[in-house]
């Protein structure tokens, strides 16, 4: 349940790093007084502790932003064993992604030269951040594609789960490249449900200037649209970058909330997605003194909010009973009512997908094959 920053049953390093992403950029009194305690908190971690905050930062999405402000942080203290740690790290973090976003750039020149639509979705959400795989969405027969990654790539097929083919994608593994290669092929959701969404998200994305590179990547609205499978009906857990990402493109005023709601409410997940905003909001606040300037029409469609969610196992987890559960009724229901047989009959194998997954982590201690 998040309450307030005290109170909140987090582990230490997500405390921290939540106050780094969300706090530490402030100019007011408060703030600058929190700066100086943030200080204080990262010259007193020895190495095992630091390195636990750096990988807890790569899991969540966030190392090169929070190294960044770490070493702005402490940037005086020359001599500290932190300052040598971080740039370290950052070091490393940052030839990674330069090295997966080259290949990134060099797999979607491949399909314009094929002259397949090709969208990057999720992966570049975090920018300068980068996440553990590389997502695409192409309407490309997958034929077309595996053709064009093992001729131009030397790609090879991984493994698929059960809902990588309920989803219809597709893990493509390349020589030199250790992040996967994950291609939706004219589908989107967990089960593959998300029809709408996938139709149309080639016509609304947008060009970006991104490490040197251009890519096409996903429409603001698109990109919340995903975010919101992968945490309210997919994953239930949150990363920081989720919040970080989201409570700054709010800041900025990039969302526009009515056509959110019209492009989500067609694909059944308006209630998700406010919820979704609301917990982004919930969150932030704590952290930073204030939520998201959310309309009404958001915060009155969503199901729950921050006080639901609650920290295991490294997340913020959203719960799935009776909360998550009912969302998924929700969108179910839309489907069915208008009709959609074939997206509410794939939908209906969630349930027990997600309870073959839950006895198999339990028996094994790996939902892996399954998910």
Known sequence: MIQSAAEFPSHSSLT??????????????????????????????????????VALAHSHHVDVRGLQIILSLICEEKNAPQMTWAEDALSTERARIANAVAFLHEICGKFQEYRYDVTVIKSLDHWPDLGSDLDLYTNADVDQVANLMQASFGATFAPRSWGDRLAHKWNFLIPGLPEPV???????????????????????ARRMHIGGYEFQVTSISDRLMI????????????????????????????????QLCSLASSAGIWEGMATYLQIVSDYAKIYRGTGLDLPVFVTSAARFG?????????????????????????????????????????LSLLPWLATVAAAKQKLTGSDKGIW
């Open 306 to 346: 921050g006080k639901e969610v609650f920290y295991n196992r490294g997340y913020l987890r959203v719960p799935i009973m009776p909360q998550s559960a009912k969302l998924y009724g929700s969108q179910l229901a839309c489907v069915l009512g208008r009709g959609e047989l074939e997206t509410g009959a794939r």
């Open 227 to 258: 975010s919101t499978l992968q945490r309210m009906y997919r994953h239930f857990n949150f990363r920081l970058c989720d919040i970080v990402d989201t409570a700054a493109l709010a800041d900025g005023g990039a969302i526009d909330y009515a």
């Open 182 to 204: 994950e291609v939706h092929a004219g589908r989107l959701g967990q089960t593959g449900e998300q029809l709408i969404i996938a139709s149309s998200l080639v016509s609304r």
């Open 16 to 53: 921290l790093l939540s106050r780094l992403m969300l706090r530490s950029t402030e100019r007011d009194s408060g703030a600058l007084l929190e700066q100086a305690e943030l200080k204080r908190d990262l010259l007193s971690l020895d190495q095992d502790a630091f390195s636990e905050l």
